[in-house]
C-alpha cells in the first residue's frame, strides 16, 4: 500500500504562486502515474495534472499554461507549482497514485485564493 502526504497548501491573493507537494511511502515500486485532484465546495473531483513514470505530463484545461506537474524520484516526491492564481482555483487538492489494480489517496491540502 501506498501513503501519500500532501503539504504546501494555505491562502494566497490572486495572481500569487504555491507550490504543493506529495510525499509518497510504502510500496511505491509499481507506481505508474501521480496526479493531482481538486474538489471545490459542492463540485465534483477533478483532475488537475498527472505525470506518468515515463514523465509524460497532462493537464487540465483551466490550468494549463499555469500549473506544472514534476517529480524528484530520489525523494519520491511530486509537486504542483501553481502560478497566476485565480480565485476559481480555490478547493481541495488531493494528490493520488495509481498501480495496477489500486489507486491511492492523500488527505488533502487547502488551498483559498482570495483577497
Known amino acids: 500500500q501506498v501513503q501519500l502526504v500532501e503539504s504546501g497548501g494555505g491562502l494566497v491573493q490572486p495572481g500569487g504562486s504555491l507550490r504543493l507537494s506529495c510525499a509518497a511511502s510504502g510500496s511505491i515500486f509499481s507506481i505508474y502515474a501521480m496526479g493531482w485532484y481538486r474538489q471545490a465546495p459542492g463540485k465534483q473531483r477533478e483532475l488537475v495534472a498527472v505525470i506518468t513514470s515515463a514523465d509524460s505530463t497532462n493537464y487540465a484545461d483551466s490550468v494549463k499554461g499555469r500549473f506544472t506537474i514534476s517529480r524528484d524520484n530520489a525523494k519520491n516526491t511530486v509537486y504542483l507549482q501553481m502560478n497566476s492564481l485565480k480565485p476559481e482555483d480555490t478547493a481541495v487538492y488531493y494528490c493520488?497514485?495509481?498501480?495496477?489494480?489500486?489507486?491511492?489517496w492523500g488527505q488533502g491540502t487547502q488551498v483559498t485564493v482570495s483577497s
Open positions: 493520488n497514485a495509481a498501480q495496477i489494480g489500486r489507486v491511492s
